[in-house]
């Protein structure tokens, strides 16, 4: 079983910068991958960004260039960096990890509102 931790989100304005934390209660290292998913209102849940266990990573077409996503594995945390928010980021950003096993866990989520 593994527990994950997402803290960071808020409430922002428009063009700010935002880094949302992802805690894993394991040793990432074995973790396949992990990655960040948002759900707007109304919307169903979609891949933001992920990173693989070797530190590839991968984002969406509609966050490249926006989007950072980066781990740091001494402190079994993933990191998503945020620029130039956008009124259309709002969401709840969900952390997930998914095992060796194919098992995915994920996490409570935070919520990002981002003002106009």
């Known amino acids: 079983q593994v527990q994950l931790v997402e803290s960071g989100g808020g409430l922002v304005q428009a063009g700010a910068s935002l880094r949302l934390s992802c805690t894993a209660s394991?040793?990432?290292?074995?973790?396949?991958?992990m990655g960040w998913y948002r759900q707007a209102p109304g919307k169903e849940r979609e891949l933001v960004a992920i990173i693989t266990r070797g530190g590839s990573t991968t984002y969406s077409d509609s966050v490249k260039g926006r989007f950072t996503i980066s781990r740091d594995n001494h402190k079994n945390t993933v990191y998503l960096h945020i620029d130039s928010l956008k009124p259309e980021d709002t969401g709840v950003y969900y952390c997930a990890a998914e095992l060796e096993n194919g098992s995915l866990w994920w996490g409570q989520g935070t919520q990002v509102t981002v003002s106009s």
């Open positions: 394991t040793n990432i290292f074995s973790i396949d991958f």
